[in-house]
């Protein structure tokens, strides 16, 4: 019994500096440190929305790329068009919606789709006066990123060429057919030649265009547009309201009147610190492009 008793005191002293400094941690444990997991678990409940805005003309694949990037079929009920009705066809802008879920984490995708765009002016050319206007039109406004569609039809000096001239930094291929190749079942094209493979890097930019689109900047790509772009807008719209609303008042009252005050310094350096954001994600992709290039040669 006494060789018991010693024993247990032993243990007591070995484990009081140990709960002791257990108690210490504790006190000194504010809880903040639980917000990144606090934050996760309200993001994944509430879920999230991207939305993405396909460009070009009839016939570029758009549909099918869009359908590869999130394995989904968001055209199911689509009437495809004849040649004159594709003539008599005028530009639209369609918008599809669809819920899709992985891993517990819930997306609500809208895409919008303008059909017709492009359909009535020359194609000959891979980037026309209409897609350059189109590109200055938008750029303040969204996030772009040109592609080169259609890869396969291309040699690789084509596409190397249209990269250096355009500065596009994506050359795609869309399939949603699952073809036999090496001995595994794989998205691709079957041509009598042999078989272009979707999600194979030396055929095409398709996986290095779902890493940056979906997989690493999707959320940076939305933070851009609402902090940058948004922001942007709003400033300028609310400058032109002021600017409107002290005119009338002007020609309204012969008391003169105060011009509104300007946004404050506080909203100018957000702006401003968002604008450089952006210029260091055009960087990356630019840098992203060079090294595409050099894997190439």
């Known amino acids: 019994m006494d060789a018991i008793m010693l024993q247990e005191k032993l243990v007591e002293r070995l484990l009081c500096p140990r709960v002791r400094t257990a108690r210490q941690k504790e006190k000194q444990y504010v809880g903040f440190a639980t917000l990144p997991n606090q934050v996760h678990r309200k993001s ?3 879920g999230f929305d991207f939305t993405l805005m396909v460009a070009g003309e009839s016939g570029m694949g758009k549909s099918t790329l869009v359908n590869s990037l999130f394995l ?7 009437k495809l068009l004849n040649a004159e009705e594709r003539i008599n066809q005028t530009v639209e802008i369609i918008k599809h919606t669809v819920d899709i879920e992985e891993k517990g984490v819930k997306l609500k995708l809208t895409i919008v789709d303008t059909p017709g765009f492009g359909d009535a002016v020359n194609n ?15 750029h303040e ?24 001239r355009e500065c596009t930094p994506f050359a795609v291929i ?23 493979e979707v999600e194979n890097q030396s055929h095409c930019d398709f996986v290095k265009l779902r890493n940056m689109l979906i997989r690493s900047h999707m959320h940076d790509l939305k933070d851009v547009t609402c902090d ?11 400058q032109e309201m002021t600017s409107k609303l002290a005119q009338d008042n002007r020609m309204e009252s012969p008391i003169p009147i105060l011009p509104l005050s300007t946004p404050d310094v506080e909203t100018e350096k957000l702006i401003k610190m968002k604008d450089e954001e952006l210029k260091r994600m055009q960087e990356m992709l630019n840098k992203m492009q060079q090294q595409m290039h050099e894997k190439d040669q």
Not at 72 to 78: C, F, Q, S
Not at 129 to 136: G, L, N, Q, R
Not at 174 to 196: C, H
Not at 228 to 238: F, G, K, L, M, T
Request: with cysteine; charged share 30%.
């Open 228 to 238: 940058v772009h948004y922001e942007n807008y709003r400033a300028q719209c609310i």
């Open 72 to 78: 989904t079929d968001l055209y199911k009920d689509r």
């Open 141 to 164: 406004k969204v996030n772009i990123i040109p592609l080169i569609a259609k890869a396969d039809c291309l040699t690789p000096n084509e596409i190397k060429k249209l990269k250096d």
């Open 174 to 196: 869309g399939s949603n057919t699952v073809v036999e190749a090496r001995g595994q079942r794989v998205r691709g094209r079957l041509y009598p030649w042999g078989i272009v």
């Open 44 to 46: 994944v409940k509430k």
């Open 124 to 138: 000959n050319e891979w980037l026309r006066p209409v897609d350059v206007e189109f590109m200055k039109a938008l």
